[in-house]
């Protein structure tokens, strides 16, 4: 099958970071793609190399292109009109996906694979589908190329961090941070000062920390990372801090200890999300390491005080592994998605 995939650069990187790794993910499966995005800046840095049968395009060019198979919206992005009523005039329409934001909400069950009929506009009799991203049998799943827990399993994160000059000094715990403006960085590095720690900085809001870091806390800048490369890094963690939604699905495939700061949103809807996600995750861990990754994901996300200090080192790597086991008893979303897009044919 022919794909075409449709990103709208909203801000920061999840967007374009989720559409390039499923793009990604889809043309390592032998299905030709094409990705059609209003800003590709970002690939430039994420995916220099680009990735075998992934074809980048211009937004903008796809009012004079014929649709393939399978048309992929990625977060409600709206295809160009021209381009949906092209689709609309086929004999055998493509199947239209809108491939939805990631949650552990409950609506997320009731919501994933309905069809929507397009009563109105240029897809007038065209059915669009919701597909859903999930933690939970019954949704979408998570992206998870095949051969990525080998790949994880084989890592050698000493020798990694040798290569790029980022090795830790003796006794070092190493951590990774990426968060967005406004994360409470001062209240994390007295934490991580209660040892010796090397903080792995990325680009952007964490920067600052390195002004405020003293010892026994060291900080190392990295430069923008390569989709890859950024698995390795949090690969490499004992600890790693993420942002978004692209960021937090590679920490869980980690299987490392993470705190997630997800995307403030001015309603404060983003409290319940981050909630529902602690409920399943958390939902076999004793009390008090619940308790305390709870206080620490509140207080990260703005939402409570600051912990007096970081849940047990042991417990949380034990959740982090059980975690990462559940979610790999599921079927991943391309798996998924090249089944549904099958069935709708």
């Known amino acids: 099958m022919h794909w075409d995939l449709f990103c709208r650069v909203v801000d920061n990187f999840g967007d374009i970071g989720v559409c390039w790794r499923l793009a990604a993910d889809l043309g390592a499966r032998g ?3 094409r990705l059609w995005v209003d800003d590709p800046s970002a690939l430039a840095w994420m995916a220099p190399q680009g990735a075998p049968q992934v074809e980048l395009r211009r937004w903008a060019d796809a009012e004079n292109s014929a649709p393939g198979a399978v048309v992929i919206e990625a977060f409600g992005c709206d295809p160009p009109p021209a381009f949906v009523a092209r689709m609309a005039r086929l004999p055998a329409p493509p199947r239209w996906i809108n491939l939805e934001y990631l949650s552990a909400e409950g609506y997320v069950r ?8 397009q009563l109105a506009g240029p897809g007038k009799g065209l059915d669009k589908w919701f597909f859903y991203p999930g933690f939970e049998p019954g949704t979408g799943g998570l992206i998870r190329e095949p051969g990525l827990m080998d790949a994880r399993q084989r890592f050698d994160a000493t020798a990694w961090l040798h290569e790029r000059g980022w ?3 003796s006794g070092e715990r190493v951590v990774s941070l990426f968060c967005y403006p406004g994360a409470p960085l001062a209240a994390l590095l007295r934490s991580l000062a209660d040892r010796p720690t090397l903080l792995l900085l990325t680009p952007g809001a964490a920067t600052q920390a390195a002004a405020l870091a003293a010892p026994p806390l060291r900080c ?3 430069p923008w990372l390569t989709q890859p490369d950024y698995d390795r890094l949090l690969w490499a963690c004992e600890l790693n801090f993420v942002r978004g939604e692209d960021s937090f699905v590679r920490a869980q495939w980690a299987g490392a200890p993470f705190v997630w700061q997800i995307y403030p949103q001015h309603d404060a809807a983003h409290a319940a999300k981050l909630d529902a ?3 399943l995750m958390l939902a076999d861990a004793d009390a008090g390491t619940a308790a305390g990754l709870r206080s620490l994901w509140h207080a990260w996300n703005g939402l409570g005080p600051w912990p007096a200090a970081l849940p047990s080192g042991d417990a949380w790597q034990a959740l982090a592994r059980g975690w990462r086991e559940r979610l790999l008893a599921q079927p991943d979303l391309g798996t998924q998605l090249l089944r549904f897009a099958a069935e709708k044919r």
Request: hydrophobic content about 40%; cysteine-free; charged content about 10%.
């Open 31 to 33: 299905q030709p793609v």
């Open 110 to 117: 009731r919501s994933h694979g309905l069809r929507s009929p």
């Open 167 to 169: 090795a830790p000094q």
């Open 220 to 222: 190392l800048t990295l």
């Open 277 to 279: 996600f602690l409920a």
